[in-house]
């Protein structure tokens, strides 16, 4: 089969079948009743909007966007919103399922939601980006708020963008309402810390993984595959604790040096050319190979199912660490389980973002703002915990660490949906 062949059979499995399939295996596991299954499988709120947007030669063009609330037993909707060409209602579906089990993981007061726009922000201008942006929120401003639903950054959207969000938003109801986004400019309310939370959070479930697998951290071999917001500042943090990172990659291509890449360096690259691709530090290879690399620990940290069952039997790495949200599919969940490999699964591993996003939302709140290093500290506290949660549940059970994350949340939000009861 070649790459394109396998990229069309992947892209046919839907991702919204596996949040479900993964529901339906942890729901089987920790005996569920059915009624309360059935209810979890299937999210409260779907809203599909149609988005008007002036671009700059003057004529207008349509938009379609996405704004769905999974769960909402534990708090208001909380979850970013993606601007990307591959955004499907399924997909966002998906991603709202997973913001539920990852804000109950680590125990913020949030339910679960998730917002999308098929654009390609990359072939926009600014003041399209602006456009769409606003008249998104508009749209959408019937179900957001502060105590509805809280949207933030996730795939090409950036803290801009949440400035955007933010004011419009505000301009509808007349005066500043801050906490209905998260992910903000610091000079609007945004938090300290929110921009590299995600990789900090990561980059500290790795070190207890690495810890619990009595594995050195001093010069561990680290791949990572993506270099946005997660991936670019996982490289910084992790070298910055003595990993050593070896090969990263972006959308247009990737480079390796085993003696360790300059990430100071590299991040210099991308700023410049956009890409890690041609960076002169090393080697260069592709997307998928940054996947295979041999390493002590991998980082997938762009898009889902990238790893599939074709290449989970050669991935080399010990531990991986899933900052991209539904990286790995469920057959090749199963080859690394049984391969030993410890996966760090995306609800973990990911949720420095949002942790640090409700930490935003609470001083917006409170119009009361925190010093960075107490962030990080409560940040640690949250990520240290949800780690050992989820551990001895995979331990005790004999499961993977992703199911016993799923118990763990899982179980939360089916205790507070069952205490809240039926209406009416
Ligand atoms: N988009 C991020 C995620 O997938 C952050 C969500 C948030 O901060 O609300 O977790």
């Keep these: 089969m070649t790459a394109q062949d396998l990229s069309a059979v992947q892209s046919q499995i839907n991702v919204w079948d596996m949040a479900q399939r993964q529901l339906d ?12 299954h059935g209810y979890l499988r299937q999210p409260k709120r779907v809203l599909e909007v149609s988005v008007p947007v002036r671009m700059d030669d003057g004529a207008f063009r349509m938009f379609t966007g996405y704004r769905v609330q999974h769960n909402l037993s534990r708090g208001p909707g909380k979850g970013g919103i993606r601007f990307h060409p591959d955004v499907t209602l399924d997909e966002v579906k998906a991603l ?42 508009t749209e959408i401003s019937i179900i957001i708020g502060p105590e509805k639903d809280i949207p933030a950054p996730d795939v090409y959207t950036t803290p801009q963008i949440m400035a955007w969000i933010m004011d419009t938003f ?13 992910g903000k400019p610091v000079s609007i309310g945004g938090s300290l810390g929110r921009d590299k939370a995600t990789a ?21 071999t680290v791949a990572i595959q993506g270099f946005g917001n997660a991936g670019m500042y996982a490289a910084q943090l992790m070298a910055d ?48 190979e940054v996947l295979e690399y041999a390493c002590d620990v991998l980082v997938p940290a762009a898009l889902e199912k990238v790893i599939t069952k074709e290449n989970a039997p050669r991935i080399r790495a010990q531990i ?31 949720a420095g973002g949002v942790t640090v996003s409700y930490f ?52 939360r939000v089916a205790e507070a949906t069952k205490l809240r009861g039926l209406y009416p």
């Design 320 to 350: 991986i660490a899933e900052a991209a949200n539904g990286p790995t599919m469920p057959d090749a969940d199963d080859i690394l389980f049984d391969r030993n490999i410890m996966v760090l699964p995306d609800i973990l591993a990911n």
């Design 96 to 137: 709202a399922m997973w913001m539920t089990w990852k804000c109950a993981l680590v125990n913020i007061p949030f339910g679960g939601a998730k917002g999308g726009v098929i654009c390609d922000p990359k072939a926009m201008s600014m003041q399209e980006l602006e456009n769409l942006t606003r008249r998104f929120t």
């Design 200 to 220: 900090r959070g990561c980059s500290y479930v790795v070190d207890e993984a690495m810890q619990e697998l009595g594995r050195e951290i001093e010069g561990a």
């Design 25 to 36: 295996e942890v729901s089987k596991l920790i005996g569920l009743n059915e009624s309360l």
């Design 360 to 411: 935003e939302w609470v001083q917006d709140l409170q119009a009361n703002f925190w010093e960075e290093a107490e962030i990080n500290e409560r940040l640690k506290r949250k990520m240290v915990r949800a780690f050992r949660e989820t551990h001895e549940q995979a331990k005790s059970r004999g499961v993977s660490m992703r199911q016993g994350a799923y118990c763990v949340a899982v179980a």
């Design 241 to 288: 604790r003595g990993y050593r990172i070896v090969a990263v990659s972006d959308s247009r291509g990737g480079v390796a040096n085993d003696r360790g890449l300059d990430v100071k360096g590299l991040t210099a690259h991308k700023a410049e050319t956009g890409s890690v691709a041609g960076f002169a530090g090393g080697e260069r290879v592709d997307n998928r």
């Design 170 to 182: 505000s301009m509808i109801h007349g005066f500043s309402i801050p906490g209905v986004v998260t």
